[in-house]
């Protein structure tokens, strides 16, 4: 979805090093989120922010942080990257008030490997 | 915790033929719920959604099922076509909360 980019799209790494993963749409949406997505683990929640000044935890937010810089802007980071952090990352948006508020818009993905 | 689930990880059907995918959903708090696809190497993309107040809902092809009784789900594709190969999860909310997606089942269309 081009309303929701997410760069780098894929990305090689080292244990240890730390990464940021960006995204940003074109919505307006106010809500923002982080998910990581394994094989037969479907879509897990990292973070997600229902505005500026909004930040929560999801259900695995152990070794991520996130920012949000901007209404449009979120990132990702990962303090010390670990190999069982490989994994494809999306990020979503979602609109608050509205018909299909609740619905999230995803980005085209980051694929992340630790080495 | 409460989580989103399906009943069958892989479906194979013949191009043609109507398609139907099951999904149980466990909080019974959940009012708004949606089916995404997820196509090879992309996000996920929105199919159809219904709220906990309706029993179905009709798309260009696609019906969802809601039966709040046995909080069950099901997303009905009429005619599938090789298109439809791709990954589909259900996801629920309570409105005021993140989506939480079910772990997906594996939809292939045999020409």
């Known amino acids: 979805d081009a309303d929701v980019t997410q760069t780098p799209r894929n990305r090689i790494t080292k244990t240890g090093k730390r990464i940021m993963l960006e995204c940003s749409q074109t919505?307006?949406?106010?809500?923002m989120y982080w998910y990581r997505q394994d094989p037969g683990l479907g879509l897990r929640l990292i973070y997600y922010?229902?505005?500026?000044?909004?930040?929560n935890k999801g259900e695995i937010s152990d070794g991520y942080s996130v920012s949000r810089q901007a209404q449009a802007k979120f990132s990702l980071s990962l303090e010390s990257a670990i190999p069982n952090q490989t994994a494809l990352y999306f990020c979503?948006?979602?609109?608050?008030?509205?018909?299909?508020?609740?619905?999230?818009?995803f980005g085209p993905g980051t694929r992340l490997t630790v080495l | 915790g409460e989580s989103v689930g399906l009943h069958l990880p892989t479906l194979s059907v013949q191009e043609g033929d109507n398609s139907i995918i099951n999904c149980a959903y466990s909080?019974?708090?959940?009012?708004?719920f949606i089916w995404y696809k997820q196509e090879s190497g992309k996000g996920p993309q929105f199919i159809i959604d219904?709220?906990?107040?309706?029993d179905k809902r009709q798309g260009q092809r696609v019906t969802v099922l809601l039966n709040k009784t046995v909080k069950h789900l099901s997303l009905q594709i009429a005619a599938t076509q090789p298109g439809d190969s791709a990954v589909y999860f259900c996801?629920?909310?309570?409105?005021?909360?993140?989506?939480?997606f079910g772990k997906g089942t594996r939809l292939s269309v045999i020409a």
């Open positions: 219904i709220r906990s107040n309706m």
């Open positions: 922010s229902f505005d500026v000044k909004d930040i």
């Open positions: 919505k307006g949406h106010d809500r």
């Open positions: 996801a629920e909310t309570t409105g005021n909360t993140p989506l939480v």
């Open positions: 909080n019974s708090a959940s009012d708004y």
């Open positions: 979503a948006t979602s609109d608050f008030v509205g018909a299909g508020a609740y619905t999230q818009y």
